[in-house]
């Protein structure tokens, strides 16, 4: 007992300690299931690893993957469960990966630490869509033009990989005053929900090619380039009507709008597509210079997607 006594009162700086050498989050997650004092002690997601995440959407050839991230001491955590072939990412905010299922039209919410999700309304339940029918192969969508009022049937996986360019939220979803926004459809409208929603509310404002929440504001960007900013308590207060939003002044955007991570002890370096080849590279913020990796850092890795960053 007094074997047991001591190590549940090992001192919280050894055990951090400790964490500094743990490159895998399941490590880091076996470490606090020593004891039940340990698993107090330790915080959910380590302290000093609280910086941005990158997903690496790829697979390996010739290596483990986990292997390759552990001989290079890459502070990593493995998701076997996710399937990144029937999963488009349209969002990550607050630790939460917002994707698309592609063979459902399921949009779901997956933090990738706790492997909880949650499920937002789906794509047959945004404005532009009037009826869904799995059956009908090759029209199971009956969509309307919501400029031109025009009916006509789209394809399901097709529409399910095209509807939502992006999604944002608001808050972390157990927050009462949690709000998703969505860009949608050909003309880049915007829709809105809320926790429990069933379905998507058309905000009757278009063209938009990027969103962002930040302090209780809605910022977007237009095709135009303009910047624009909303109030989210009227957007919560007049769903379904064409709030006013203030243009922006100081910002003629050149691309789209990201979120920053907060600013951390590390070097200026953000992840970024190289070229068609489907190369990634690291872009220095202070220099800003690219320096292609792949090779290298992370041999045997095919690169798929664009670069997503998380923040636990």
Not at 84 to 97: A, H
Not at 250 to 266: D, H, K, R, W
């Amino acid at each position: 007992m007094a074997e047991i006594d001591r190590w549940s009162n090992f001192h919280p700086d050894l055990l951090n300690q400790i964490t500094e050498h743990l490159y895998s989050y399941d490590d880091y997650i076996r470490l606090r299931l020593v004891c039940k004092e340990w698993n107090s002690k330790l915080s959910r997601i380590p302290n000093h690893k609280r910086i941005p995440w990158l997903l690496l959407p790829g697979t390996t050839h010739d290596y483990s993957l986990s292997h390759i991230l552990e001989r290079e001491k890459i502070y990593h955590v493995m998701s076997p469960d996710f399937d990144i072939d029937d999963n488009l990412i349209r969002g990550s905010c607050y630790g939460w990966l917002i994707t698309v299922v592609i063979s459902e039209g399921a949009i779901r919410m997956w933090n990738p630490f706790t492997k909880f999700h949650i499920d937002l309304p789906p794509i047959s339940t945004f404005p532009d869509i009037l009826a869904y029918n799995p059956d009908r192969q090759g029209h199971e969508y009956i969509c309307v033009d919501l400029r031109s009022d025009d009916i006509y049937t789209f394809e399901g996986i097709l529409l399910h990989k095209n509807q939502v360019w992006k999604i944002v939220i608001s808050s972390p979803p157990d927050n009462d005053d949690f709000m998703a926004v969505a860009i949608y459809g050909e003309y880049g409208n915007l829709a809105v929900c809320k926790l429990n929603d069933k379905r998507w509310t058309h905000i009757p404002i278009e063209d938009f090619q990027d969103v962002i929440f930040l302090e209780e504001k809605l910022y977007a960007v237009d095709l135009e380039t303009h910047l624009y900013e909303f109030d989210k308590k009227v957007i919560m207060h007049e769903l379904g009507k064409k709030p006013r939003p203030q243009l922006v002044p100081l910002l003629s955007a050149t691309g789209g709008i990201c979120e920053a991570p907060p600013p951390v002890n590390m070097d200026c370096y953000c992840a970024c597509s190289m070229n068609s080849l489907q190369d990634m590279g690291i872009f220095n913020l202070e220099n800003l210079k690219a320096k292609k990796i792949g090779k290298k850092i992370l041999p045997g890795v095919k690169w798929l997607r664009s670069p997503t960053w998380l923040l636990p």
